[in-house]
């Protein structure tokens, strides 16, 4: 039986300004900035203080609601700001970096261990946090075993990372993270690839599926609906490709590397190119030199333009992110533009528009929606994007209204806010796809667990 997943719905949404395959050192960032709303439902309880030195890997916070779950730090030095919003709430941890970075030693880990030391290490050093669960999309919960694990080696988002290519000599790593992960569950741990050439897909103790289709083939979601669907009282757990790197080199060295390859991109960057940098260091390390213009009208985005976070230049990298977009700024009003035949945007209809006859031409798009909010209306286009086997307005319509048994039988316990960025993309009611999945999300959990 074929292990492959070809979609034919969705929607390659292909951009100017790819990063080219050439790797940077990044100028190296004097803060680190943890923001614990990358971590969703995490409720943080500091450890370090401010003034207090850390090395890389020592405990900055856990999380109240599951005190085993620890949160670390990326780099080793000091502890310079707590930034608190309304209530004193958390909102970032900034750290002052060494110059020569020193790591905390967690100790080569026993490979021959069992599951239950495994989920001890993870926690202790910090790397549980890399482990998402569905249903909920959050961090996973350490007392439930997974029917299975998934992990994505591709990326079909705009402008994205190329895994291949960030992954590229890092095979020892993958081994050492999906060896010791295939313990966590009863099931398989099950990889899609694009290629065959792809790191992953040589490796031992998984099950590689190719996927090929138009964006969201890449999408875990997508995967884990083609592969294993989830249904009432199961888990699934996802990892990013990259973060079994981080897993990987633990075992293997004992050290919490908190490294990671970036890619720039986006028509507003001179030089489009990935850096080798650190979780949470500063985004103006890497958008100046070759990159953007200073006090240009660009947004930058920490992750992709479907589904990132919009940061300012002064801001950092989300801890989840590979990818650093710059688009223009549409905040300037089009004459006329929904009267006119269009040329230079991409539609998923043939109303006016003609991005269906140069499927593979490449666009200059700026983060103009090209429209307001409205009442959801009817379109059927939803479903033409969305390759999911679950209907995607009715499931959006049951979130709003707050209806839990229709949104268990609708399919709610496998999607994530990700799953729905395309269909947020191409909505002629300019409704927040991703928000409204993320509230109906956080109904279920508050209210079924």
Request: charged letters at 25%; hydrophobic letters at 40%; proline letters at 5%.
């Amino acid at each position: 039986m074929s292990n492959d997943i070809k979609i034919k719905k969705g929607l390659n949404i292909n951009l100017v300004g790819e990063a080219e395959k050439s790797l940077e050192e990044a100028i190296v960032s004097n803060f680190c900035t943890i923001r614990p709303e990358d971590f969703h439902s995490v409720t943080p309880k500091l450890v370090a203080k401010e003034n207090t030195s850390l090395k890389a890997g020592d405990v900055v916070f856990y999380d109240k609601n599951h005190e085993e779950v620890k949160f670390v730090s990326p780099v080793s030095g000091t502890v310079v700001e707590i930034v608190r919003g309304p209530k004193r709430r958390i909102d970032a941890i900034k750290i002052q970096a060494d110059k020569e970075q020193t790591f905390k030693d967690f100790g080569k880990f026993d490979m021959n261990s069992d599951a239950d030391t495994l989920k001890a290490h993870l926690l202790a050093s910090g790397c549980w946090p890399f482990i998402i669960q569905r249903p909920y999309d959050v961090i996973a919960d350490p007392a439930r075993t997974p029917k299975a694990i998934f992990i994505s080696g591709y990326d079909s988002a705009p402008l994205a990372a190329d895994l291949d290519f960030v992954l590229k000599g890092k095979e020892a790593q993958l081994q050492a993270a999906v060896s010791a992960l295939s313990k966590l569950t009863k099931g398989k741990v099950h990889v899609g690839v694009n290629a065959n050439t792809s790191p992953l897909s040589g490796l031992n103790d998984v099950t590689v599926h190719k996927v090929s289709g138009p964006h969201p083939s890449g999408n875990v979601g997508t995967h884990i609906n083609k592969i294993s669907p989830i249904n009432k009282g199961e888990t699934v757990w996802t990892i990013s490709a990259a973060d079994l790197v981080i897993i990987g080199e633990l075992l293997l060295t004992g050290k919490f590397n908190a490294e990671r390859v970036v890619a720039l991109a986006g028509s507003s960057v001179k030089k489009p190119r990935y850096f080798k940098t650190r979780i949470g260091s500063e985004v103006s390390t890497m958008v100046y030199d070759n990159g953007v213009e200073k006090g240009g009208n660009d947004r930058i985005i920490s992750g992709n333009v479907l589904s990132g976070k919009q940061v300012k230049p002064d801001g950092s990298l989300g801890y989840y992110a590979t990818l650093i977009s710059v688009i223009p700024e549409g905040d300037d009003y089009e004459f006329f533009g929904w009267n006119k035949p269009v040329f230079d945007k991409i539609s998923s209809t043939r109303a006016l528009t003609f991005s269906w006859m140069n499927p593979n031409k490449k666009y200059d798009l700026d983060t103009n929606t090209n429209g307001e909010h409205r009442a959801f209306v009817v379109t059927g286009s939803y479903e033409e994007v969305f390759p999911l086997d679950i209907f995607p307005m009715q499931i959006l319509k049951a979130c709003m209204y707050e209806d839990l048994d229709e949104m268990e039988a609708l399919g709610m316990y496998e999607v994530a806010p990700e799953d729905f960025a395309l269909t947020e993309f191409i909505c002629v009611s300019k409704q927040p796809h991703q928000e409204i999945i993320r509230k109906g999300l956080d109904l279920m959990l508050k209210e079924i667990g």
